[in-house]
């Protein structure tokens, strides 16, 4: 992987254009570009995104590529984007997020994987509308998405995503479903560790992780603790771990190295309610290179591709209710919106609503960061 970093406008002029060269108006790199700066300054859809084209004139059109000033209209995007190949736009998208990684490495950079469904196009029978994402731990940048056939489930579709994904010296966290033998396999293979979530799906492991827990006064090897105490918004939430390296040796799952259990206590201070959880895991990470306080802080991440990414896509974009169904369409704008998010946390934005309205006023700060810079 280059260590340089790539625009995000040469990375677009890489996806392949499925219409034939005659009669083509616009460049597909301009209408991808416009469609990007679109959804950094807050544009939701298709045909917002034509409307917001209008809006700015046509020196910021020509800007974009637009020879006579003049952006699409919106069946225009309608029917380019779901002529897209998809898995081509994604890989490419993916090279230019990782790249980006690169830009400022971290000891144990962590991916999250989960699912996320496009509820709006589901409901109007799209194909594969239940998403598999990698999002980054650190920056919240997505860095690559896979569609889950309607005849596959997750683990299927996780492999298709670490063809594509470097796996080697990362951290890939997922949850419970996919905590699956082939899984942790291909990830300690290729170079990579996980930490996983243990639960009933996996009823021989749990039991053996939950004995190894029970029993970890009998052991010679004292256990390694952490403990985090937060408080914000109500709530106080205290999470307490403990984790042994007592079956590393016992060729219980691939990689395996230390099991750890999670208490989670939330307390709502004005209500006066408390909730407790207890979750167990595993992690091919030894205790030399992982403390019981970073197993505890990689696993607390792990969530964090929920605010910092599905709770965006739905909340700031309506991604849930969108109703596209027509081919790549709906794959390829939530794409789109992927890369938007993440390049605003690139740039350091950690309040996307406020970031998308200032962008709104000054556009070619928006064309600026796609790698457009031209004079206003």
């Known amino acids: 992987m280059t260590s340089q970093k790539l625009a995000l406008v040469d990375v677009l002029a890489q996806i392949p254009d499925p219409r034939q060269s005659s009669g083509k108006r616009y460049s597909l790199v301009a209408i991808l570009s416009v469609a990007v700066a679109a959804m950094l300054c807050g544009y939701k859809s298709y045909s917002a995104i034509a409307e917001w084209g209008r809006h700015y004139g046509q020196k910021l059109a020509q800007a974009l590529g637009f020879k006579d000033g003049k952006t699409p209209c919106a069946a225009t995007f309608y029917n380019i984007f779901r002529r897209l190949n998809k898995q081509q736009v994604e890989q490419q998208l993916s090279i230019w997020a990782q790249s980006l990684l690169s830009q400022a490495p971290a000891d144990a950079e962590a991916f999250a994987i ?31 998405q896979v569609g889950v056939s309607d005849k596959t489930n997750e683990i299927t579709a996780i492999q298709e995503l670490f063809q ?35 639960k009933e799906n996996q009823p021989g492991l749990l039991a053996q992780v939950e004995g190894a827990i029970a029993g970890i006064g009998f052991y010679t090897q004292a256990p390694q603790r952490a403990k985090t105490v937060d408080g914000g918004h109500g709530r106080i939430e205290e999470r307490e771990i403990i984790t042994t390296s007592v079956l590393a040796d016992c060729e219980v799952w691939p990689g395996l190295d230390q099991v750890f259990k999670i208490k989670r206590r939330v307390v709502e201070v004005k209500r006066g309610k408390e909730r407790l959880e207890e979750v167990y895991g595993i992690t091919s990470l030894s205790r030399e290179r992982a403390s019981a306080a970073k197993v505890l802080g990689i696993n607390r ?17 309506d991604e849930d209710r969108s109703q596209v169904r027509k081919g790549s369409l709906p794959q390829v704008m939530a794409a789109l919106r992927n890369t938007a998010i993440g390049l ?33």
């Not at 991440?301 to 974009?317: C, G, L, P, T």
């Not at 970031?355 to 600026?368: E, G, I, K, M, V």
């Open 301 to 317: 991440e792990h969530w964090s591709i929920e605010n910092k990414s599905h709770w965006v896509r739905d909340v700031i974009y």
């Open 164 to 198: 594509e994904l470097m796996l080697k010296d990362k951290v890939i966290t997922v949850d419970a479903l996919l905590t699956q033998r082939e899984v942790a396999q291909v990830i300690v293979d290729q170079g990579g560790d996980y930490v996983m979530v243990v």
């Open 114 to 144: 989960d699912g996320k469904s496009l509820r709006g196009s589901k409901k109007q029978g799209a194909p594969a509308a239940h998403l598999l994402s990698a999002v980054g731990h650190r920056l919240g940048l997505t860095l690559l």
């Open 344 to 376: 605003l946390r690139w740039s350091g934005e950690s309040n996307i609503a406020t970031a998308c309205r200032r962008f709104a006023a000054q556009p070619w700060a928006a064309l600026a960061l796609i790698g457009i810079h031209i004079t206003p």
